[in-house]
Every structure is written in structure tokens, then in C-alpha cells.
């Protein structure tokens, strides 16, 4: 079952892809973040680029003109420190969120 | 946030990237997909779907690139300069008054900045203490060798004490004479500041020493001016008063020791003559506190060493004391603390009245575009728009104000600190527009822009649909009128006081230009001779040969064609310098000790002072050629003393004793008993508002002394004698300075500068003032009868006659001018004593300066609302009730 990308999911998907991958060309993010996903997710790839220019503004990655792959000019964004420090912070209270609710949704023992 | 508004500005070039980036993923994607082996049009058409729609992106991006904030602001913007554009009268008379508002007030703050704000360009400022002795009077007094040097032994709570004597020195020049002041002082002067030079080194400890001091140090301004800036000056050596002295530093530019009196500095040092408890030579003495000793320690540890003192040379120093200030309490006098103060009390009403003056003119207009600000809200403008709107618009009005202002005050800071008299200001008082000025300004400028601006904008925004656009109001806005008539009235009370003011500080200059000052002023010449040798005089063999040079010097001036008098005298008229006081002891009268003898002033003159300066004599005679050595001492004293310590008596033929002054030495001599020959009509002795001083002449014959100043009564306008009086007394001795070439009218004019410059201030402050109230009273008239055209074309209509409609609105000016006036009476008998130290012979409470003020603001009132009421009165009734 796919799904829309959830409000605020996607930032944090784009910079751990950074993070893994390097310095990447937008095209290559969506490329990269559906592959990931394996069709859990559908993404409308034109919204990646308004998050871009976000995360530019809020220095959490910067972007630089390129050359891609096959010859192309293209804009590569790539990781700052700040950005690092970003994925740090949203980790933790992804992992907190997520143990927290799997509290909610485990079955109460006594009802096995 | 600050990236976002960058951004904001990038994004055309943003929007170029945007779409860059997105051709290029719809190709990469349109590849794969024709990779994957789908036809061309069926990669496009995936790779569109894949993408989603780019004007739907474009907005997201663009809305990410916007802040609305800002965005409406510069709208704003754009809209206020067109507005302001399209209206030039408002905006050029709004530009105006801002601009005189704000420069006025960054002006005067720029000197209060300097001379009373800011810290004293000192490290640990507060521990400088500067330390005088106290007279049983308690006046402050100069000090004496034997005072200061207890002083500085015995105390446990300054750091480093020093003392500074005040003097000339003669520098031999390439080709003439250079007269230099210079400061004599004690090796850890510049210590005690804290100060360091920009070349070579200051005083050593011990350098002050008999047989050491011929070394000097230089102030920046005269390296530059004298030497080149020659930068290897330091080790040189310089001819001052024929002995070498070498150059050991150059203090910094631009410092208190740049713009004080000395031009260099050389150790002071004692020798076993100086010795002596009574003479008080030294102008000043400074230390800085040991850290952690308070100003109060200090205090209570100088006035036990001073009641030792005391108690130990009662003859000298009964019933004296030592006075410890705090040094940036000591740099400001009261006369220039009351005149800097009036003088921002001045700009500040002026401040006021400007605000309430744009904030009248903002109302009135705001009517005027009542239907463009109800069409706006109609269309959907929010109230918070059409006020933000508003506010834009007089910020940009006040932001282009403040630049015209600060430029404005660049000139007035400029025009002042060349008209301001150069002693007038402490040496510390660095003036300029500096950082702290600007700051002030822009200040200032924010204030007035949100007093004028926001306050009219809160209520014309206050959008009334139906009254603008629909039916005209008959009789608009009373509330608005009331806020227009209070306005007025606080313009004409300030202007009033500051009318008031002006008129107290004018009625002082022409009191104190018309002054009697005892001698006939024009046509004189004179000019300083400066004595070479310290003391004075130590170059001179003997007294004798110092009293034929005098000789020389009169009778070779006498020669001068168009020359009618000459005469020498230790003391110009008006003038502080080089005055002995008097230590008066009338003859047959109890004894009284040194210590407490009565003041004045010991004023040693050739014969001829009398008549070249005009004094007129009242009894006996004046002092002649049979006043010699020899024969019995003579004196001439003048009306005040005569009247203090003979009232009822006639002095003539009477005796006084004073200690002699034994010429080139620091000490007293043994009494004198001088005659009276003569009682002169009293001479303004140091300043034309002195009143006070009663003064004693003796003649050089009798009571020599080495200090000397030419004064040259000519035939016609003296400046041009000059050149020949240069060359004259260069025949006869080329070693010879002159210093201070000035006429008698000059000297007067010196001496009246700081209130002329005060009194200028004033009138141009007042007249802003009057003329602003003025623009004010027409606005509000011009304003109402605008406003009530219709009412008055009704009343027209109904048989008023046009008079009767004059007197109206002009009743209606001269009421609100009179409330003015009557708060500004008020206020001018509150404020008016605050000015009382500045101003001569005039009550500050003059009735007659006040009724006269109330006149002119009466009359400029008068004229003011005549124009309107005239428009009220030939209102033409068809016309106005047709167009209705």
C-alpha cells in the first residue's frame, strides 16, 4: 500500500539520503528516496523542490551548479554541518515518537 | 530568517534555477523511462505524471520565497513615494521641518555629547582627583611649592600626584622668535592621565630634578605645525629661552593634550628659592586614587594635612584648606553646564514643536484624503493595512528627514565648533558627529517619525465609509479640531519660552557690548611680550635693566608715526592672565594676618596706562614721572576699592600696605606702605561682566615686575600699525616674541563670544520656533475653514457679513494663541531663573522682555490667521452650497 509523504517525513528523508549518499542532483534524491521507500511511498517529485529551497534557507544544505552523470548541468545539494546536527535532533524524536507510540499500539499482556 | 530576506531579493534568479532543475529531472526521467524501452511520447507523459504540475510547484517555491510582511511593505513603500511625489508642498514642508528638528537637536547633542556625556578619554577616569587650595572664603586658589609638596609627601591615598604650571616660553626660530606656551609640570603628570606619547617617552621619575629639566615633550599639533611631523625629532634639540632643550616625545593627535592650552610640556622643577608657603604660582594640581580609596577618604585625608598646614604657618595659611574634586567634575563650569543645558531645554521644545507641527499637518491632510483611504478600505484594505500604509509612508518622510537632518547638523557642528570660543570647552571635549551623534539622530528621528507618524495614522485610518464617500459632513471631525487646537497652544507656549529665552540671552549681549567698561576701546593695539627665563625674568641681570628695556620699548614705539600713546602693563583689561592678588592691609587699621587679608588685584603699570587706555580719573591724580625708584611708593586704586575700605573717607593721601612682589622670584617680600595719590573710574579687569574686582596700580619704576604687554593707542583703525611695531621691537631686540596681537574692541568682543554664541543659538532656535507656531495657527484656521465652508456659506447665505466672518476666525486664532501665551508665561517665570548664571544685568523675570515676546507672537499670530480668515470672508454662498 502506497502512501502520500507524511507533512514534515520529507525533510528529514532528504537529508539522511544526503547523508548517506553525498552530494546529489534533485533528480537523483527522488530517484534515490522511491527506490529506498520500495514503492511503500508515492512521491510527486515536483514537491521536492520547494523542500529543497527550504532546507537551503534554514542552512541545513547547500547547493552548488554541477555537471551530472551524462553531461548535464544540474544543481547538486549537499549536507552542512547544521544539517548533520538536524538529522541528529529529528533521529532522536523519530525514535522517541515511534517507541512511544508502539507503547499505545502494543496488546496489554493479559490479553493474550 | 535573515537567508529567507535574502531570498527575497534573489528571486528572479531563484525562479531561473527552479525552472533549470526541472527541465532537467523531466529529461532524466523521460530517459530512464525511455531506457525501460517506452516510446518517446509515453516517457513524456510519465515523466509529467511523475512530476506533477510545475505552475502548482512554482507557487509552494514562490511562496517560500516570500515573506508577506515584507512584501506588503514594499508595496507600501512604493505607494508612499508616489503619494508623497504627487503631493511636493506637504512633502517639501514636512522634509523641512524634520530635517531643521533633527539637525538642531543632533547639533546641540553632539556638543552636550562631548562635553558632559561621554567617559573622559582617560583608563579609570574617575580616579583622577584635581586638587587646589581653598581660601578662608572658600574660593579655590592657586598653590604654593611648600602646599603641594606636603601634599604629595604626606598623603597615603594617591597613586601619583602631580602639579602643572601654566607659562610662555620663547623658541628660537630659523628667523624669528617663536612664543610657545608651555606647561610646566611634575614628572608623573602625564601618569596620572595615564596617558602614553606616539613618540619617544614621557617624563622619568626624577627628570624634574634642578639640572634636569631640559628636556620637552610635544603636543601633535605643534610637531606638525613647527616641525614637519619630522619623525625623528625625538634626540633633537631645541633653543627655548636660549637653553637647549632635547625632544623626548609627541603626544597623540586629537587628544585633550592636543587641544589644551600647552603646546609642550617641560619638567617643572623646584629649586630652594621656590620654597615658600605664601606665594600661590602653581595653577594646578592632579592625582589619581590609590584603587579602592574612595573620593571622601581622600577628602578627609587632605583637609587634616591642609588644617596641619594651617596651624603650622598661621600667617600664611590660617583658616586655608585643600579642595579635592573629582576631575570630570572639574572640567565643566556652571556657566557652560547652564548654557549647554538651556541650550537642549532650547532644541527640545523646538524638537516639540516640530512633531506637533508635522502631526497638525498629517491631520489636516488626513482629511484631504479621507475618500482615498475609505475607497481603499471599501476595496477590502484591511484597518491594519491602511495603518501600516500610513505609518510607511511617514517613515519614509522621516527616514529621508533624518538624512537631510544629519547632514544639516554635519554643517552646524562644524559652523559651532569654529564659533565657540576655543577656551570655552574643557580640553577632553571631543566634538564631532561621531558613532554616538549619529545613533542620537537616527534616534531621535525614530521618535519623531512614531510621534507624528503613528499617532494621525491610527485615527484617519479609522475608515468612516459612508461619511467620506456619501453625503460631505457639514461640520467635520470636532474631536480632530480639539486635538489641532491643543497642539497649537503647546507650539505657541514653547515658542514663547523659547522667545523669552532668546530675548534674556540678547538683552545680556547688547548689556554687556554697551557695558561701561572704564577705558575707550578703539584705536588700541595690544599684544603680548613674553619674558624668557623661569621665572620670568631670570635672564635679566637686574630689575634695573628689565625697567630700561621697558623704556626703550615706549619710547621707540612713541616714534611710530600715527602712534599717539604707548603704555606696558603686567594685565591687559580683560583679560585673567598674570594678575597679582592683593593682600591689602590698611594703614592704622587692626592688624590682619596674610592669610586673610583682602582680595583683588596688583596691577603694575607704566604711567601712560591711564591715558592710552582712556581711564577716567576721579580724584587726586594718576601716576607720573615722579613715581621712581626712591621716591615714596604711589598707588592708584580704583572706585571699588575706595568705596569698599574707605567708605564715607577720602582715600587720597591714605596708606595701604601690601607684601612686595619681588620681581623674578616665587615669594612675597616684606610689606610695603604704598600712598594713594589717586582714585580712577573702574576698568573691566578680567571680563566685561566682572563687577567685582577691586584693583591697585603701581608703576614698574616702583614695583617691577617681568611680565609686559604692549598697549598702543593709534591715531585711526590700529591693525595696520602691526608690521611696523613687529619690526620695531625687533630692531631693538630680536629675540623678542609677540603673542596675541589683538585690538581692544577685539578683547571686548572676546570677551562677550560665549554669550554671543549663545545668544545666536537662542534667536535662531526662537525664530524656527515662532515660525513654526506660525505654519501651525494657519494650518488649524486654514484647516477649519476648509472644513467649514459649507457652514459658513450657509451663514453668509443668511446675512453674515464678511466682517463678522473675519473676526470670527481670527478670534478664533488669537484665542488659541492666547491660552498659548498664557501657559508660556507660566512656563518662562518656571524656567526662566535656570538661565540666570549666563546673563548680565538682566532679571529673568524682565516683564518687559516678556511683554514684548508676547507682542511679537501676538502680531506673527495676527498675520497668521489673516489669510484664512480672509478666505472665510469672501466665501461666495452660490458657489459653495451649488457644489454641494
Known sequence: ?112 | MWRRLVDVFRRRRLDADLDAQWAFHLDALEAESRARGLRPEEARAAARRAMGGLGQVQDAYRDQLRIPLVDTIWQDARYGCRVLRRNPGFSAVALSILAIGIASATTIFSFVDAVLLKPLPYENADRIVRILERRPDGATSWISTRAYLDWRSDNTVFEQMAVQQQGLVTMTGPTDAVPLRVGRVTARYFDVFGVRPVLGRTFAEGEDAPGKEHVVVLSHALWQGQFGADPRIVGTTILLDNQPNVVIGVMPADSAFDRGAAQLWQPLAFRPLNMTWEYRWLNVSFARLKPGVSLEQARAQMDAIGKRIASENPNSNRGWGVAVERYADSIVGPQLRTSLLALTAAVFGLLLICCSNLASLVLVRAVTRKTEVAVRAALGASQRRLIQQLFIEHALLTAAGSVLGIALSYGGIAWLTRTVPPDSLPSEASVGLDARVVAFALTVSALTGILFGLMPALRASAPDLAGAMGKRGATGGVRQRRVLDALVVGEVAVAFILLCGSALLLRSLVGLINVDTGFVASNVLTMRLPVPGFPPGSGYASPEEFKSYLRSIETSIDSIPGVEDTALTNALPLTNCCLYTLNLQIANRPAVDRASRGGGFFKVVTPTYFSALGLTLRRGRFLDQRDRGGAVPAIVVNERLANRYFPGEDPVGQHVLNPQIVPGRTERGPDVSWEIVGVVANEKISALNDDDSAVVYASYEQSPVYFANLIVRAAREPNGLERTIRKALFDLNPGQAVLDVRTLDGLKTASAASTLVQAEMMSTFSGVAVALAAIGIYGVLAYSVALRRREIGIRAALGASSSRLLRAVLGRGLLVTSVGLVIGVAGAILLAPLLGSVLYNVQPRDPFLMALATTILAFVALVASAIPARRAAKVDPAVVLQTD
Do not use: C
Open chain 1, 1 to 112: 500500500m502506497a502512501t502520500e509523504v507524511l507533512q514534515g517525513t520529507l525533510d528529514l528523508m532528504v537529508l539522511r539520503t544526503l547523508d548517506v549518499m553525498g552530494p546529489q542532483h534533485g533528480f537523483g534524491l527522488a530517484k534515490r528516496i522511491l527506490q529506498v521507500s520500495n514503492g511503500l511511498l508515492t512521491l510527486n517529485q515536483g514537491t521536492l523542490y520547494p523542500a529543497l529551497l527550504r532546507l537551503e534557507q534554514r542552512r541545513w544544505i547547500k547547493s552548488r551548479w554541477g555537471v551530472s552523470e551524462n553531461n548535464r548541468k544540474a544543481k547538486f545539494y549537499e549536507l552542512t554541518a547544521r544539517g548533520r546536527r538536524q538529522i541528529h535532533e529529528e533521529t532522536k524524536s523519530w525514535e522517541l515518537t515511534v517507541a512511544l507510540m508502539a507503547r499505545f499500539l502494543a496488546k496489554p499482556a493479559g490479553d493474550r
